[in-house]
């Protein structure tokens, strides 16, 4: 079964970038290719929130709190997808996950993003 393995958070100050990757390891090629891929994120103590997300023709979609500073695309030959995220706000301060969508795959052990004020 595939598994997934972000990387990429850190701690960065309000107004920073940071790019988080997403492998998709053990996944047939094909299958990635044709697969919703999205990136999640979590708040201890809340429910997982569904930041962006990307088609195989790579349609994109995020959440409104997100448009117009964060990025999804995916590379197909590498299997990963990635979000560039501009712009970071103390809010954006999450563990940042990705599955497909609706997540469906093993969740991986996610990416820690903290923004200071």
């Known amino acids: 079964q595939a598994h997934l393995v972000e990387s990429g958070g850190d701690l960065v100050q309000a107004g920073g970038s940071l790019r988080l990757s997403c492998k998709a390891q053990?996944?047939?090629?094909?299958?990635?290719?044709?697969?919703?891929m999205a990136w999640y994120r979590q708040v201890p103590g809340e429910q997982r929130e569904l930041v962006a997300t990307?088609?195989?023709?790579?349609?994109?979609d995020y959440a409104e709190s997100v448009k117009g500073r964060f990025t999804i695309s995916r590379d197909s030959a590498r299997k990963t997808v990635y979000l560039q995220m501009n712009s970071l706000k103390p809010e954006d301060s999450a563990v940042y996950y990705c599955?497909?969508?609706?997540?469906?795959?093993?969740w991986g052990q996610g990416t820690q993003v903290t923004v200071s004020s």
């Open positions: 990307i088609t195989g023709r790579r349609d994109t």
């Open positions: 599955n497909r969508h609706p997540p469906e795959l093993p």
């Open positions: 053990r996944m047939i090629t094909s299958v990635f290719n044709s697969a919703i």
